[in-house]
């Protein structure tokens, strides 16, 4: 296959409609719809600088398309969103990723997988103070040192609380949901809490607006285990916990038409494909990890509840 062909095949595979492509391709060049439509029917080609602004626009790795003929290699990416002083190209990142999550929500057969041994994005973006906590510890792990910011300092902008806001909806609305989480992911949560509360990050006060924050989400999770379904949707939702400490933190979004996973590495950023065979490859991983876990939605209320208490008594603990 051609340079270019792999180009528009990386294109097409990130919409499951043309016409979505074609809006987010107007979006970013200066080119009216009937001309976008004429470039994807290859009646005209894309010129050399209307591909390097997509490509840079949408993170597509040019060295990636080239080695992608080879059967071993496949075509991944480095996202490395900055989540404190966003610009543009971060933004519109987190917006394609919201449009795959739409496009995997509308089809019946969709289905999205969570593996994290931490409190995962769809949880903690429920709270504005998490999302910060999140970001202070992200900053402090992986910026510069003059650059860190106490939990106080650390201001979220208005469209960043929209794409939060919007994921964690966006994430209800598949119709299939398994979280596989593992047994400790609420008690390094804490002891994270109370690191950055014994070097001032945390004020007193922070830290008990947190144990609240967290208090309220245990409630809201042991109800939707409990139901193994979202309230608001009444989508399926399958709740796993690890015996084991989950080494590879994953996300899976997959539909009849296109796929996408995630692998999580410092905090906040991932590496993605869209590849179906690296799809193929974690969905066989979860398989393996869920036949060693225990199921907590739906059934097992009494394994349930033991586990939620704990978590409540490891929460209430830090005050």
């Given amino acids: 296959m051609r340079l270019y062909d792999r180009f528009l095949e990386a294109l097409t595979g990130r919409f499951t409609r043309k016409s979505d492509l074609v809006n987010a391709l107007a979006d970013i060049l200066p080119l009216e719809k009937d001309n976008i439509y004429r470039r994807l029917r290859r009646d005209v080609l894309f010129t050399t600088e209307e591909i390097m602004r997509i490509a840079g626009a949408w993170n597509i790795s040019i060295d990636n398309l080239i080695w992608s003929h080879s059967g071993k290699s496949r075509a991944l990416r480095f996202n490395m969103i900055e ?3 966003p610009r543009e190209e971060d933004y519109m990142l987190l917006e394609e990723y919201n449009r795959v999550l739409a496009a995997v929500g509308n089809d019946p057969s969709g289905r999205a997988t969570e593996v994290t041994g931490s409190l995962p994005r769809s949880l903690y973006a429920r709270s504005e103070l998490l999302t910060r906590f999140f970001t202070m510890k992200w900053r402090y792990k992986y910026g510069r040192y003059e650059d860190v910011l106490s939990l106080g300092e650390v201001r979220i902008s208005e469209r960043m609380k929209r794409l939060e806001a919007e994921y964690v909806e966006l994430v209800h609305n598949i119709p299939r949901v398994c979280k596989l989480h593992d047994s400790r992911f609420v008690e390094r949560l804490v002891d994270e809490i109370l690191y950055f509360h014994s070097v001032g990050m ?11 924050e967290l208090l309220a989400l245990v409630d809201y999770m042991e109800e939707i285990a409990a139901k193994g379904r979202f309230a608001d949707t009444g989508n ?9 400490q989950l080494e590879t933190e994953c996300l899976l979004y997959g539909s009849r038409d296109m796929t996408l996973s995630m692998v999580k590495i410092l905090e906040r950023n991932a590496i993605s494909s869209y590849d179906s065979k690296v799809f193929a490859r974690f969905t066989n991983m979860v398989q393996s990890i869920t036949r060693s876990s225990a199921l907590m939605s739906a059934s097992n209320s009494l394994q349930r509840t033991g586990f939620f208490t704990r978590q409540r008594a490891t929460i209430s603990s830090m005050i």
């Fill in 83 to 85: 989540y404190v002083d």
């Fill in 202 to 212: 945390v004020t007193g006060t922070e830290v008990v607006l947190l144990r609240d």
């Fill in 236 to 244: 399926e939702m399958a709740f796993y916990v690890s015996p084991l």
